[in-house]
Every structure is written in structure tokens, then in C-alpha cells.
């Protein structure tokens, strides 16, 4: 299985952003996905993810953040809009071959990870 994320690069804040993650090798029309970031020397931490077909957020993003995915694509995305600088951070996209997962928000459970794309929010 192997996931490719795309879409990160500069944008200003209150811009808008859509990151792409392409799965390949596998089918995850049922799978659990998500996306990760990581902020320089900062943990990586939970932004969003899709759980036996419900969307999750993090409170740092729901309100403008929405997580999608195109099964016929076997593509996951992830549009965030009125960025800020907190925002600044490399994503990453993630996958579990289960159809649900209690802590969907914990790193752990996702066995499956693509390789970050950088998102930099200028101000």
C-alpha cells in the first residue's frame, strides 16, 4: 500500500488550501483515513479523518476544514480554508484497513502513511 500526498505550498493567510493523497495497492473505499501534520519541533498531531463514513476534526480546524475522498479515484483530500500560521506544518496522509477505529485521532492506529507535503501560511 502506498500513499501520495500532494497539494502543500505557500499561501497567505485567510487563503485556502486542497491537499490530495492518491492510495495505491489497495482499496480503501471502506478504509479508515486520515490526515496527520507535524509543525517544526512539534509532535505530530491529528487534523481530520474519515471513520466508518463520518468526518472527525480536530478543534484547531473544524469549522473550515473539510475531509473528502473519491472512492472511483482511490483519492483522499483535505480543504482548508482561512489559514493562519498555526497551520503551518508538513501533512500527512494516513490509512488503517479497518472500517473503524475507536481513537481515530491517535497516530498509532493508522498503519499506512505518505511521505508529507509542506503547507507554509505566510502573514
Known amino acids: 500500500v502506498q500513499l501520495q500526498a500532494s497539494g502543500g505550498g505557500l499561501v497567505q493567510a485567510g487563503g485556502s488550501l486542497k491537499l490530495s493523497c492518491v492510495v495505491s495497492?489497495?482499496?480503501?473505499?471502506?478504509?479508515?483515513v486520515g490526515w496527520f501534520r507535524q509543525a517544526p519541533e512539534k509532535e505530530r498531531e491529528f487534523v481530520a479523518s474519515?471513520?466508518?463514513?463520518?468526518?472527525y476534526y480536530a478543534d484547531s480546524v473544524k469549522g473550515r476544514s473539510t475531509i473528502s475522498r473519491d472512492s472511483a479515484k482511490n483519492t483522499l483530500y483535505l480543504q482548508m480554508n482561512s489559514m493562519d500560521a498555526e497551520d503551518t506544518a508538513v501533512y500527512f496522509c494516513?490509512?488503517?484497513?479497518?472500517?473503524?477505529?475507536?481513537?481515530?485521532?491517535?497516530?498509532?492506529?493508522?498503519?499506512?502513511w505518505g511521505q508529507g507535503t509542506l503547507v507554509t501560511v505566510s502573514s
Open positions: 494516513a490509512a488503517a484497513p479497518y472500517k473503524y477505529i475507536r481513537d481515530y485521532d491517535s497516530r498509532n492506529k493508522y498503519a499506512y
Open positions: 495497492g489497495h482499496s480503501f473505499s471502506n478504509a479508515v
Open positions: 474519515i471513520n466508518d463514513g463520518r468526518a
